[in-house]
């Protein structure tokens, strides 16, 4: 299916869509192509979007002029600002790789690897973060960048250049 237009609003999109403004799907299955802006429920396979693509869940390759936003991302997502929310709220799990000039991943829950300037709203990190700063509630994985905070290490808190955490959730309790 192909689906060209200057606003895009369907239920269920497979194949094609090129939204010229806006697009709008309740699940979006193939390849999005957005002018501007773009929002669905699911969206599965590939994103391409001028300003910023929001979906629920987003299963693919994405990648966003401004941003890339959505409650679980799954694969490989580019944005020159930032995988992030634009309001107060965060998403809640990233698994795969995420890379975004100024902020990597602002998330709940990292699975993977978040390369940017900033991966600095990271709850729980499992995988790695390189960039300027780095900072995970919870680190179970490495950190690589100027300065790196792990706020679950005992000792090792605070660290230039490396820091890294592979203990176990029983360990700490412990």
Not at 56 to 75: M, W, Y
Request: aromatic residues 8%; hydrophobic residues 45%; proline residues 1%.
């Amino acid at each position: 299916m192909l689906n060209i237009s200057g606003i895009s609003k369907s239920e269920i999109s497979n194949g094609l869509n090129f939204g010229i403004i806006w697009n709008e799907n309740t699940i979006c299955n193939g390849i999005i192509l957005n002018g501007l802006l773009g929002e669905s429920m699911t969206a599965n396979g590939i994103i391409l979007s001028g300003l910023g693509y929001g979906a629920s869940k987003i299963n693919g390759i994405g990648i966003g002029g401004l941003a890339l936003v959505g409650d679980t991302l799954n694969g490989l997502f580019l944005s020159p600002i930032g995988i992030s929310y634009w309001n107060d709220e965060v998403i809640k799990v990233i698994n795969g790789l995420t890379i975004g000039l100024i902020i990597g991943a602002s998330t709940e829950k990292l699975n993977g690897v978040s390369i940017s300037l900033f991966n600095n709203w990271i709850g729980e990190q499992n995988g790695a973060t390189i960039g300027l700063i780095n900072r995970a509630k919870k680190l179970h994985g490495f950190q690589l960048g100027l300065w790196n905070v792990a706020n679950n290490n005992r000792i090792f808190k605070y660290m230039p250049i490396i820091n890294f955490g592979f203990r176990s959730e029983i360990e700490k309790e412990e």
